[in-house]
């Protein structure tokens, strides 16, 4: 808990590696505070009263979370709803090919179409790199979706497309572009979502006793479910055997009045605790 505050709230978010990574925290900070530094309001009587304070903070870490968490050898991965660009649009050809003006026109065009439906869109038609230069820095980059568009798309009526996420390629009608992009950037949102609610579950751990518990933080780290006193001397003496501590004790924990013993020192414990360690 954060010193000085009441009460503390705070996002754990467990890396590939088994790491903690904190993403966010609120604190409230009562009185305690505004007392010290003589900050205060007159309420309906006029009497001066110290206010009441939160303190709370979404840093930079949350985009280092996310790059953790979905990232891959090929890059960064981005969540659509995230993503300041959901869909790069490759115009392909060559600068002195004569339907190339006509390429980028359509891709354009394409783009203003999805822009006009709140789908966030760009144009690729730099031709001081290679497609395939490109197509890799796009993938780096991690946009959702690449839609490719070139003189045998245009004559064939299709638009190719490819997922970050999967990897997955096909074809898309061009007059079914918007409706089959809406889908696919929601398919690919939920997938995201999905994948990481499945790494959080394997990457949680329950464990009987402190033996389990120093194996796994020895061998495989995860978040480790486990029934703790909130002892400080407890708390200190796991840190310095095993480098975890107690990061977060979840809502639906917060109330527990189980009759356990504490999982290191045998002490009572009520409520279950999230054991990690953190970078």
């Not at 993403?23 to 001066?48: R, W």
């Not at 790069?88 to 203003?112: C, H, N, R, T």
Request: aromatic fraction near 8%; proline fraction near 3%.
């Amino acid at each position: 808990e954060f010193a000085g505050a009441q009460n503390t709230y705070g996002i754990e978010i467990v890396m590939p590696d088994g790491k903690a990574l904190q993403a966010a925290t609120s604190h409230n900070l009562g009185d305690n505070f505004s007392k010290v530094f003589g900050i205060s309001f007159s309420d309906e009587k006029g009497k001066t009263k110290p206010v009441f304070q939160t303190s709370w903070g979404l840093s930079t870490r949350s985009l280092a979370a996310l790059i953790m968490v979905h990232g891959d050898d090929a890059g960064l991965v981005m969540p659509p709803l995230l993503a300041p660009i959901q869909v790069m649009i490759m115009a392909i050809g060559k600068a002195d090919d004569p339907q190339f003006k006509e390429v980028v026109a359509a891709s354009q065009a394409l783009a203003g179409e999805l822009k006009n439906h709140g789908i966030l869109a760009e144009v690729n038609a730099d031709q001081t790199q290679s497609l395939g230069y490109r197509i890799n820095e796009q993938e780096v980059q991690g946009f959702p979706l690449r839609l490719e568009v070139g003189a045998k798309e245009l004559d064939k009526g299709v638009i190719k497309f490819a997922r970050r996420d999967t990897f997955e390629k096909g074809d898309i009608k061009k007059g079914e572009i918007v409706e089959e992009v809406r889908k696919l950037l929601e398919q690919i949102q939920a997938n995201l979502f999905e994948k990481s609610k499945k790494q959080q579950a394997e990457l949680t751990i329950a464990v009987r006793n402190y033996d389990e518990f120093k194996d796994v933080m020895a061998q495989n780290r995860r978040f480790i479910e486990v029934f703790w006193c909130e002892d400080s001397e407890c708390e200190a003496k796991v840190k310095e055997e095993t480098k975890a501590t107690p990061r977060v004790c979840e809502l639906k924990n917060l109330d527990q009045k189980a009759d356990k013993k504490c999982f290191h020192c045998g002490k009572d414990a009520n409520r279950e605790w999230l054991f990690a360690q953190s970078y």
